[in-house]
């Protein structure tokens, strides 16, 4: 029995050594973004005990994958204020999985507004409209908050962007976080040109637009595709380039 | 069940003992305090006898049906289908090589108590030290091949959807822009596999060698080896959540004196077991380095050699 407590003395005694090593481990991992959620009593009431539990036993990727798949079945039954709990669970669970947050802020953008303006029960327009601004907010807050955990990843910059062009009209925003995509490693090389696109539908912002637009075309034939050509032209005619500057594509 | 390894175990034991007698004329050879010899026969002894032992079977089919399974599960599109059959089945060879380092190690010792086996070999020149090792290192050959299983299974599996994927991705867009379809075909490749993840298991499969040293230690105190397992489950989850308590005791300065005794005894006694967990990060397409990688590898090592040895010492002390 004295072995055994002289034992249990040496446990704590490793446990010291050993204290260094772990909490270098642990700064390592905070300082490469890879540490942990918090786990606390917000999101013991948000996943429920079981959940909690699974998720405090290393299996927190699996828990936000069976959230993610009930969020899936929300959805096909367009329960959108349970969809919308369902995902910030699962952001909440996996904050580095940018999957979540492009599929909550879709659905949020997408889908529920699309459903809060053809509401059958709401007889007020305006009151259809503001529901729908709503959802497009939650899509954008969604987007937000991905990119404030995921600064590193193109994605959610390109979804945002096309947040800004067809649900809120705005070019210039667009056109700023294309161009924030583009600037990324790995990001597609349409970013860059997409960027350039929403720039040349800014009112005031014709020449800045036709420059980036000529650099793309002067980059070589990859780059010269028809809707890039189309913007060329028209901010040819419109700043009234003169014609031995102007581009001898033929539009197609 | 067969009484499988006495036989076997005495004979493989005693055949250098013979040859060291110095009857007959033959030169007698000093016996060595540390024999690896001895060591892998009683390894290889363990990994018979735990083999033969139905319930493991059972658990590795039962992982390979839920990581077969996790494909039909997700008829999502194709990100949505790699992203949840990674996190499953990852999650999956996580669970069932932990359980398999815990069962597997808790019925060592008392069972071989209760069998007297364990008075078989230790009557021969054998250390107890060398009996441990030997039976920790049978355990550890069956997790690596579970492992290692499971892990093939995987990648067979991703390796199967991703091929299946870009060929309908490479189907559907193949009027579209050249440029269209590589980035499509890139987007898949990309979902799909992920170099890291096999540091990432092979860090579960360390994890679970830290697992069994600790149960070995557990069980040269226990009596059962549900006393063994119960008490496993309990570090299992508090491990998980050493870290938390580590980090609160020593940055906190607002908690009462018991509550930092106990987060301390909680930080000083378990091993941190979520730093093991670096998959979720990989599968969410994080790069992580391979200088940490070799770190958290470190640490698990570390951890495993010293429950291995607070094993022999309370060992040594046990009366049989």
Known sequence: MSRLFLALGLVVAFGVTKLPAERALFQERRQLNLSDIQLDLNLREQIGQTGFVAAMSGFRAVVADILFIQAHVAWERTEWGRLLMLFRQVTTLQPRVVLFWDMAAWHMAWNASVAAMNDPGQPRQSLRIKAQRECFALGKEFLEDGIRNNPDQPKLYESLARLYKDKYNDHARASESFAKAAALPGAPGYDRRFSAYELSYCEGREQEAYQRLRELYDDGEKERLPTLIKRLKFLENKLDIPAEQRIAHPER | ?320
């Open chain 2, 1 to 320: 069940m067969l009484p499988a390894s006495p036989t076997v175990l005495r004979h493989s034991l005693a055949a250098p003992k013979l040859r060291e007698g110095g009857c007959f004329g033959i030169p007698s050879m000093p016996h060595r305090t540390f024999s690896p010899a001895r060591v892998f026969a009683i390894a290889g002894n363990t990994f018979t006898d735990l083999t033969r032992q139905r319930v493991f079977y059972v658990v590795l089919i039962f992982a390979l049906v839920l990581i077969g399974s996790s494909v039909f599960l997700a008829q999502l599109s194709f990100q949505q289908e790699f992203q949840i059959l990674k996190d499953v089945s990852l999650g999956a060879i996580s669970i069932f090589s932990s359980l398999l380092a815990i069962v597997a190690t808790a019925r060592l010792i008392p069972q071989e108590i209760e069998d007297h086996t364990v008075y078989t070999i230790l009557a021969k020149p054998v250390p107890r030290f060398e009996y441990l090792l030997g039976k920790l290192a049978g355990v550890l050959v069956l997790i690596a091949l579970s492992t290692a299983i499971m892990g093939a299974m995987f990648f067979a599996l991703i390796y199967w959807r991703e091929h299946v994927v870009l060929e309908e991705t490479a189907r559907q867009l193949s009027n579209g822009q050249r440029e269209q379809l590589d980035q499509a075909l890139r987007s898949v490749r990309d979902s799909a596999f992920n170099a890291d993840i096999l540091p990432g298991i092979a860090i579960i499969y360390i994890k679970a060698c830290l697992l069994a040293a600790l149960t070995l230690f557990v069980s040269t105190f226990a009596t059962t080896n549900i006393f063994t397992i119960v008490v496993m489950v309990f570090v299992y989850f508090i491990g998980h959540l050493q870290a938390t308590a580590r980090e609160y005791w020593l940055q906190e300065n607002g908690a009462g004196l018991i509550a930092r005794v106990f987060l301390a005894m909680v930080a000083l006694i378990f091993p941190d077991l979520q730093a093991f967990n670096l998959v979720d990060q990989i599968v969410a397409g994080v790069a992580v380095p391979v200088a940490l990688f070799a770190k958290t590898a470190l640490l698990g090592i570390f951890y495993t050699t010293i429950y291995t040895l607070l094993a022999i010492f309370v060992f040594y002390g046990k009366e049989l």
